[in-house]
């Protein structure tokens, strides 16, 4: 990952992109992910701006790990080419993931498949009352 690094990453349930490019994230996890029971089959979605150091291509592997789990979702040489030194985005549409018990949802990278994994994102899940609907009056 010496490379890039990784800017901002958000994990919500959708991500939509407009005619125009823009990408709209639904659903957007801001603390805790947290269900009213285990396990539970989550949509989730992934947007992961990452900062090049250089420009040119560069090849990782990415990962998610899942409490309780095996890791449910591994990419093996993804790549991504920059001609200048802009942010880049890579968005990784939604799909269910079973989440077996309460932990740490953890994104992993590594620049090559004999690289160490480095956790650039974790979540804690965890068991509890849904958030209630803000009240309008």
Known sequence: MADFTIGSVII???IRTEQNGKH??????????????LPVTLPLAFWIEFLPKRAGE????LRMEVPGSAPS????????????????????????????????????????S??????????QIMRGPAAAAPSSG
């Open 12 to 14: 919500c349930d959708d």
């Open 24 to 37: 709209i994230l639904i659903g957007v996890y801001g603390g805790d992910i947290v269900v009213s029971e």
């Open 58 to 61: 560069f090849r990782f592997d």
């Open 73 to 112: 979702l591994e990419l093996n040489g993804i790549g991504a080419t920059t001609t200048n030194l802009d942010p880049g985005i890579m968005v990784l549409a939604p799909r269910p993931y079973v989440i077996q018990a309460e932990g740490r949802l953890q994104l992993q990278l590594r620049s090559s």
């Open 114 to 123: 004999v690289g160490r994994w480095k956790t650039f994102k974790a979540k």
